[in-house]
């Protein structure tokens, strides 16, 4: 996983979903080859959230480097004239 795709403070979060993820899948797996296949879909639902998690966190630092890039724009200048308008 690409731990870039998030913020520094999501970093840590985001390797702890990605874990569960994995394990989740393979929990999943277990239980499908068992035939418990009420196991196996809480396995897969469990799955879906962190998938969720990483997914909202990922936009979270899109979201963010999106308001950056227009603060960036903004010039000191342009500040200074429009108090003064």
Do not use: T
């Not at 630092?61 to 004239?81: D, F, G, T, V, Y």
């Amino acid at each position: 996983m690409n731990k870039s795709m998030f913020l520094k403070s999501d970093q840590e979060r985001a390797s702890q979903e990605a874990d569960c993820y994995i394990y989740c899948i393979s929990q999943a797996m277990d239980h499908f080859m068992q035939g418990d296949y009420v196991k196996a879909s809480c396995y897969h639902e469990n799955a879906i959230r962190s998938l969720d998690a990483l997914d909202q966190m990922k936009k979270d630092k899109q979201e963010i480097e999106k308001a950056k890039l227009i603060l960036n724009q903004i010039s000191p200048e342009m500040i200074i004239r429009r108090m003064l308008s």
